[in-house]
């Protein structure tokens, strides 16, 4: 599995490079002043979670799950190694942001209890879009599943801010932050929970595939 | 010894193609060649044994192993070449053995080195910058870096041109010495087989149509010229497959000293295995 999730990060690895420059861009206009921090750690989660798509791709260019599939390693492990590398994206893209958004928080006096609510929603948005993409991918490969990406990202947003607007979270105001905090860190849970599910759905997607 | 690959009944269809009762046996220390047309079922046959596709049904073991059971554990001991080279353009001969060093447990890097350095593979450049040739020397240095007691190649030689050819058939040659080590290869190029296969087996249309040692072979087999009254004259029996043109008649014989004994007045010439090939291929039923 190692192998694998090697191969990832070999292949994506000047995509990475161009992220760290984005991500050093967004973090100077976040220190400019522009918009909140909690900006930064949103636009972290989302462009890093372009790199498993990219992988995807990148293999079918290639036909590496044909090559994979003829090595010792077994589909379940090739599997595997796709959510390993996924979640650690998912929390590299978190750690990161929490850095940022701490550091932020202690320089100019932004709330840090805003800010680390914003990091786990994000991660939590990084984990569902695990759920939900990687067994499309499986499925109908990275170019037909590459539309379900905007709708996994932005679902999630569009019902916070439609059950914001509706006045669904009003109750939420009532409650003292800590509980708020303890809230949002529940956040990444529920999507954490279907990881196993969708594990188990990627990996009869690749089993049935003929390579 | 075991046999490194034995394949029994082997079936497999897809919608307009059907792999029928394909039986093979390569044994240790020998190279098989798998020839066949454009469709006949050659690429189909080594992805049943890889299981990368699921078969309809018959028995297929690796080095003494159940290729589907066993798989972890026979794939360990064995090196893969198909018809491209998967790996990504923007990885490294270097990286490729990165990737590989955790799969493999018996993967040696100064082995890998060593195939790169021979092969003239700059571990540096980009598989992208690789020609043709070259992509093909990384999948073999790749298959052979961990020390495999068998090698499973698809069409790895398709495309390349003779030197680099002759080049990479020195190397099979060298692998088989040890007689713990066999190759599965299939190929357009008869003649590359000709050159290195101990046996041969011959896929038409998704059936084995002649399998068996290749010295074997060339030596029974024979082609008769003659004319149409003369072929007319042979008993069918005696032929395998026939091709009646406008300027006179061929046909294939499975036993040509046999058949000179029975038809003196016919000549029957020994043939190569392409001209074998093109004659069950093309020809009829007599």
């Not at chain 1, 290639?62 to 090739?78: E, F, I, K, N, Q």
């Not at chain 1, 929490?98 to 320089?107: E, I, P, Q, V, Y």
């Not at chain 2, 029996?237 to 009646?244: A, D, F, P, W």
Request: with cysteine; net charge negative.
């Amino acid at each position: 599995m190692t192998g694998l999730i090697w191969k990832d990060l070999l292949v994506l690895r000047k995509q990475l490079k161009s992220y760290l420059i984005i991500l050093a861009l967004y973090l100077v206009m976040a220190a400019l002043g522009l918009f909140p921090i909690s900006v930064v750690s949103a636009v972290l989660e989302i462009v890093l979670l372009m790199l498993p798509l990219s992988a995807f791709s990148y293999d079918e260019m290639s036909h590496w799950d044909r090559y994979a599939a003829a090595l010792p390693v077994g589909r379940r492990t090739m599997v595997a190694a796709r959510y390993l590398f996924t979640l650690g994206v998912a929390l590299l893209a978190a750690v990161v942001g929490l850095a940022c958004s701490l550091l932020f928080s202690l320089f100019s006096g932004e709330p840090v209890g805003e800010n680390l609510v914003a990091v786990v929603v994000c991660l939590g948005i990084g984990l569902f879009y695990a759920d939900i993409l990687l067994p499309l991918c499986y499925k109908l490969g990275p170019e037909r599943a590459r539309p379900w990406l905007y709708v996994v990202i932005f679902l999630p947003i569009v019902l916070i801010l439609g059950a914001y607007y509706l006045g669904a979270l009003d109750a939420l105001d009532a409650l003292p932050d800590p509980v708020l905090v303890a809230l949002g860190i529940l956040i990444p849970l529920l999507p954490l929970a279907g990881i196993w599910v969708s594990y188990r759905l990627s990996c009869s997607f690749l089993e049935r595939k003929e390579l | 010894m075991t046999n490194s690959i034995e394949l029994s009944g082997l079936c497999k269809s897809y919608g307009g193609f059907a792999l029928q009762d394909v039986d093979l046996t390569l044994p240790g220390g020998a190279i098989l060649g798998l020839i066949g047309e454009n469709g006949a079922g050659k690429t189909t046959t080594i992805k049943c044994i890889l299981n990368l596709i699921r078969r309809d049904g018959g028995e297929i073991s690796v080095l003494g192993r159940d290729n589907r059971k066993e798989e972890r554990l026979w794939k360990q001991e064995v090196g893969v070449v198909l018809d491209e080279c998967f790996f990504h353009d923007t990885l490294r001969a270097s990286d490729v053995g990165r990737i590989l060093a955790p799969v493999y447990r018996n993967w040696d890097p100064a082995l890998f080195r060593a195939y790169l350095d021979k092969f003239a593979l700059p571990g540096g450049k980009l598989v992208k910058e690789y020609s043709r040739g070259m992509k093909m020397k990384l999948s073999l240095a790749a298959a052979l870096a961990h020390r495999p007691r068998l090698l499973i190649l698809d069409e790895a030689t398709a495309g390349l041109d003779p030197v680099v050819r002759d080049e990479i058939l020195d190397e099979f040659l060298g692998f088989v010495c040890d007689e713990d080590h066999a190759i599965l290869i299939s190929s357009h190029i008869i003649t590359d087989l000709e050159k290195v296969a101990d046996y041969i087996t011959y896929l038409h249309q998704g059936r084995v149509v002649l399998s068996g040692s290749k010295d074997d072979i060339l030596d029974r087999y024979g082609r008769v010229a003659c004319t149409a009254a003369q072929l007319a004259a042979v008993r069918p029996e005696h032929l395998l497959r026939v091709r009646r043109g406008q300027f006179g008649c061929e046909a294939l014989v499975a036993d040509r000293r046999a058949f000179h004994r029975l038809y003196p007045d016919l000549a029957v010439d020994p043939l190569s295995l392409e001209e074998i090939m093109l004659l069950m291929g093309r020809g009829n039923e007599a």
